[in-house]
């Protein structure tokens, strides 16, 4: 058996375990972004080492394509080109003659994917602070199905990207093969244009992009002032669960204002959950960056008994006031009586109330903020704009447009 021949064999041996582990990967991501019942996958290990949290980030898709399918695809281009002097004898696959020295293409080939690996591996080290083992796994393959192919001998991974370029330029130089090219881009980046503004395959970037528009709000524009948000008599009961010191509860509280000026036959109740030992006792400490979470709690309740509570609320977000003297400035600006919030903000029955919220919550077993509870379903955290949407209507709220308002 000569060199060229194991060299092969090795290749296609390695080719096939990497497309093997790229098919996993495949589920993997699969389960993690559309499969709400799935268990977590064998290496879900702990914190770090977490391929599910991995493909749920958007850095797991390049061009709105799971980098799991790209890496499918090369491993079956590899072990391809291990064919290719049988394959191209074939009536309809005589282009292939085009493929000259397919272990100069798969040493070429194997170098890239590994340098584009190793990018990937300080992404997901120093960005996403998550490895994904089996990602990592396919990183090494690439290193080796590169080293195998390459002829060390002469000059090395540099001769094999010479070899394909001018291997191509000769290829160009044919003009039905110029034309087939020029095809197959066309294609690609028509498929590439449709998969990136689609989100057909990512749906995690499509979320994260419904979601910007809460996140990159500058103020919330519909925003209610008034004790009542949405319908006095609705009867979708959405209770609110959150801390004006939440990032996330900003976005969500905007998300609940636009969906009470959508949507009819819905009553939404705020309740506060500030993560601050000072009010809330079923912590153990204090969440960083909530340590006046309960004093905004009692301000909010304050401006309740003004007959504003929503404007409160939607100020304390928007306005992020650092102090409780900030706070007082701020609500002069809603033609409140300031001397009288500032003495029920700080009574007895202000911490009262909020210590009731913060039981309520917490009998319910809930530990994080925002929750939004419908008709008593729960959910911890957020969703998209049209998923909070979905769920309202199905518990049977209606588009006001339906009903000509």
């Excluded at 001998?153 to 070899?163: A, P």
């Excluded at 900003?250 to 500030?274: D, G, T, Y």
């Excluded at 001397?339 to 009262?352: F, G, R, T, V």
């Excluded at 925002?370 to 199905?394: A, C, M, Q």
Aim: one cysteine or more; proline letters at 2%.
């Amino acid at each position: 058996m000569d060199n060229i021949t194991k060299k092969k064999i090795w290749i296609g041996v390695l080719s096939f375990i990497g497309f093997i582990t790229t098919i996993k990967l495949a589920i993997i991501y699969y389960d993690a972004n559309y499969n709400p019942y799935a268990l977590a996958s064998f290496c879900s290990i702990n914190e770090f080492i977490d391929c599910d949290s991995v493909a749920k980030t958007s850095e797991s898709q390049f061009w709105g394509i799971p980098l799991a399918y790209w890496g499918m695809f090369l491993y079956l281009f590899m072990i391809m080109l291990l064919f290719v002097d049988k394959l191209k004898n074939c009536r309809f696959l005589k282009f292939l003659e085009v493929f000259k020295n397919p272990l100069d293409y798969i040493a070429s080939l194997g170098l890239i994917s590994f340098i584009i690996s190793m990018i990937l591996l300080f992404i997901s080290l120093h960005e996403i602070k998550m490895l994904c083992i089996l990602c990592a796994a396919t990183y090494i393959l690439n290193f080796i199905i590169g080293a195998v192919a390459v002829d060390v001998k002469n000059d090395g991974f540099w001769h094999s990207i010479k070899q394909s370029f001018f291997d191509f330029i000769d290829a160009v130089k044919v003009k039905k093969y110029l034309a087939m090219f020029l095809v197959v881009m066309v294609l690609a980046t028509g498929g590439l244009t449709y998969t990136t503004m689609s989100n057909v395959f990512t749906p995690q970037i499509k979320k994260k992009k419904e979601y910007q528009e809460f996140v990159n709000a500058k103020f919330n524009k519909y925003a209610v002032s008034g004790n009542q948000l949405g319908d006095k008599d609705g009867k979708v009961i959405v209770e609110i669960y959150s801390d004006y010191r939440c990032p996330m509860c900003r976005s969500h509280n905007i998300m609940m204002h636009k969906l009470a000026k959508e949507l009819k036959n819905v009553k939404f109740v705020h309740h506060n959950f500030p993560l601050c030992t000072e009010c809330n006792p079923f912590i153990m400490q204090t969440i960083l960056g909530h340590e006046d979470s309960c004093m905004l709690a009692r301000y909010a309740y304050a401006a309740e008994k003004q007959g504003d509570f929503w404007a409160m609320n939607t100020l304390l977000f928007d306005a992020k006031p650092v102090d409780e003297k900030a706070v007082i400035s701020l609500a002069g600006k809603l033609g409140l009586d300031v001397k009288k919030l500032e003495q029920d903000a700080n009574s007895i029955e202000a911490m009262n109330a909020v210590r009731n919220d913060i039981e309520l919550a917490t009998d319910q077993g809930f530990n994080g903020t925002p929750v939004t509870v419908v008709n008593g379903k729960s959910h911890i955290g957020i969703k998209t704009y049209n998923e909070f949407k979905d769920w309202l209507i199905e518990q049977g709220a209606v588009p006001r447009e339906e009903q000509g308002e």
